[in-house]
């Protein structure tokens, strides 16, 4: 194989990755428990940048606080799965095999 396409793949791929994690910087994914009484939005960082909480539970802190959590995991999951799919279609566009181990992920 011709060392000079494959350093220009190497350096494609560099590229797409840090556009891929930039963009995903300025996303927000939101997570919820309590059919949406609390929701916990994350930034594609993963960072919380905001949380509701319906007025009608403030009154069980208990309850509250594991809604709270429950929220916060639920978002954190979802930001996984779309990282997942953003990286799987990357791949894709680059014509590498899915699963394979990127750099920084």
Do not use: C, W, Y
């Not at 428990?33 to 993963?46: I, Y």
């Not at 509701?52 to 639920?74: K, R, W, Y």
């Amino acid at each position: 194989m011709d060392m000079m396409k494959m350093m220009k793949q190497a350096q494609q791929m560099q590229q797409k990755i840090s556009d891929m994690k930039a963009s995903m910087a300025d996303e927000r994914i939101d997570g919820s428990a309590a059919g949406g009484g609390v929701k916990v939005t994350l930034s594609g960082t993963g960072e919380a940048v905001a949380v509701h909480i319906d007025p009608e539970l403030l009154s069980e802190q208990t309850v509250l606080q594991d809604l709270l959590i429950a929220a916060f995991n639920d978002a954190q999951r979802r930001m996984r799965e779309h990282e997942k799919k953003r990286t799987t279609e990357m791949m894709g566009e680059l014509g590498l095999p899915a699963g394979i181990k990127l750099p920084g992920f």
